[in-house]
């Protein structure tokens, strides 16, 4: 399937959003082309239809390639846009289960465990530790509560 990025942020939820938003599109662009090939042809709802139809398909074309693709890659900041930009556009697609879908998706990228400014205080800790217990005569690594080396019984504290 696929790796969680470095937040441990997989968007699996944005990405099942945005699955199923692409699924109404398709849905939509069906019954479009369904109404514009079925109806009385002297209506003037088929072309419309069929216009539909077409931007429908276009719809899911463009949320799969800017948006659904972005997450599978781990690039939510950079999904994050064209989720709440399809979202719109699916409105005016007269689609609002793809546009709710959507503007859910963009909440899920949205998310504070994605923004990477809040979480810097994980780092400075590791390199100190190993250094701690690294003998200065042999070199060998020792436990930083160690007092003496464990190699050559050098005092370390
Ligand atoms: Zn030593």
């Known amino acids: 399937m696929t790796s969680p990025g470095a937040t441990g942020f997989t968007g699996s939820s944005a990405r099942t959003l945005t699955r199923a938003a692409m699924a109404t599109l398709a849905v939509e662009a069906a019954i479009w082309f369904w109404l514009g090939v079925y109806l009385d042809p002297r209506d003037p709802v088929p072309p419309v239809a069929l216009a539909l139809g077409a931007f429908s398909m276009l719809g899911l074309v463009l949320v ?91 005092a370390l504290h």
């Open 64 to 154: 799969y390639l800017l948006a659904y693709r972005p997450m599978a890659r781990g690039d939510f900041a950079g999904a994050r846009t064209p989720t709440i930009v399809f979202a719109g556009l699916s409105l005016l697609l007269a689609n609002p289960l793809s546009a709710l879908l959507l503007a859910l998706a963009h909440h899920e990228l949205g998310s504070p465990e994605l923004d990477p400014r809040p979480r810097p205080p994980s780092f400075p800790p590791t390199p100190l530790a190993p250094t701690v217990g690294i003998c200065p005569i042999c070199t060998r690594p020792n436990p930083p509560s160690t007092p003496f080396c464990r190699s050559c019984g050098y």
